[in-house]
């Protein structure tokens, strides 16, 4: 772990330097264990792929401080219970209206758009974060053999449950938005309820198997 100063008022906790299961799980233990302390100097926890980041209260504690802090309470890491992470299956309409980039996948990566739905859903993905939009969940690892770039010019809009590729990620666009991501199919499964608890739907650590229909 190496713990770096963000702004005026963060920490960075780096973890590693790669999309990596093992590291995943760190920062999801990590971020379990800091929630589960209810510390009045943290206002916000951000988890990522590599990193952590806390948000901490500057008026109430100084950063050299709030470093200490962090150092000490981490000799009772390993007494924090984890939730158990929960499976998902997920419909998917894909290629045609519903995958307006199917086509260039299938291009790119010299397969047919069969192949690359039978790769596609033939893996079980672990959520590894949850950000750009309320709900959106970031999922990994893709299959190298549909790896895919992101758009050069981002489409100014997508329909609520775009399914994307993105280099060795996938991902559920959760409302109507602006799309970096290819994308190559639609689900009506709702990622998102403000009128509900838990909000969202997919969380750290959760696993997506898709499903094609």
């Given at each position: 772990m190496e713990f770096w100063r963000y702004g005026e008022d963060g920490v960075?906790?780096?973890?590693?330097?790669?999309?990596?299961?093992?590291?995943s799980e760190l920062i999801r233990k990590y971020y379990f264990?800091?929630?589960s302390l209810r510390l009045e100097e943290i206002?916000?926890?951000i988890p990522s792929f590599t990193s952590c980041l806390i948000h901490y209260d500057s008026r109430r504690i100084s950063f050299s401080d709030f470093l200490s802090l962090l150092k000490k309470r981490m000799e009772n890491i390993d007494a924090v219970c984890?939730?158990?992470p929960r499976t998902h299956k997920i419909p998917v309409r894909y290629g045609g209206e519903y995958g307006p980039d199917m086509e260039f996948?299938?291009?790119?990566?010299?397969?047919?758009?069969a192949e690359v739905i039978e790769i596609h859903t033939s893996t079980v993905y672990t959520v590894f974060a949850i950000g750009f939009l309320p709900g959106f969940p970031y999922m990994g690892i893709l299959d190298k053999r549909i790896y895919t770039p992101r758009l050069e010019t981002p489409r100014l809009?997508?329909?609520?449950?775009?399914?994307?590729l993105a280099q060795l990620q996938t991902?559920?666009?959760?409302?109507?938005s602006p799309a970096g991501w290819r994308i190559i199919g639609k689900t009506r499964v709702r990622l998102f309820d403000a009128g509900k608890e838990p909000h969202s739907l997919l969380?750290?650590?959760d696993t997506v198997r898709f499903m094609a229909v």
């Amino acid at each position: 772990m190496e713990f770096w100063r963000y702004g005026e008022d963060g920490v960075r906790i780096v973890f590693g330097n790669t999309i990596d299961l093992e590291v995943s799980e760190l920062i999801r233990k990590y971020y379990f264990f800091l929630k589960s302390l209810r510390l009045e100097e943290i206002i916000d926890i951000i988890p990522s792929f590599t990193s952590c980041l806390i948000h901490y209260d500057s008026r109430r504690i100084s950063f050299s401080d709030f470093l200490s802090l962090l150092k000490k309470r981490m000799e009772n890491i390993d007494a924090v219970c984890l939730p158990e992470p929960r499976t998902h299956k997920i419909p998917v309409r894909y290629g045609g209206e519903y995958g307006p980039d199917m086509e260039f996948v299938c291009s790119y990566a010299g397969l047919t758009e069969a192949e690359v739905i039978e790769i596609h859903t033939s893996t079980v993905y672990t959520v590894f974060a949850i950000g750009f939009l309320p709900g959106f969940p970031y999922m990994g690892i893709l299959d190298k053999r549909i790896y895919t770039p992101r758009l050069e010019t981002p489409r100014l809009k997508v329909p609520e449950g775009s399914v994307g590729l993105a280099q060795l990620q996938t991902g559920i666009y959760p409302f109507e938005s602006p799309a970096g991501w290819r994308i190559i199919g639609k689900t009506r499964v709702r990622l998102f309820d403000a009128g509900k608890e838990p909000h969202s739907l997919l969380r750290m650590g959760d696993t997506v198997r898709f499903m094609a229909v």
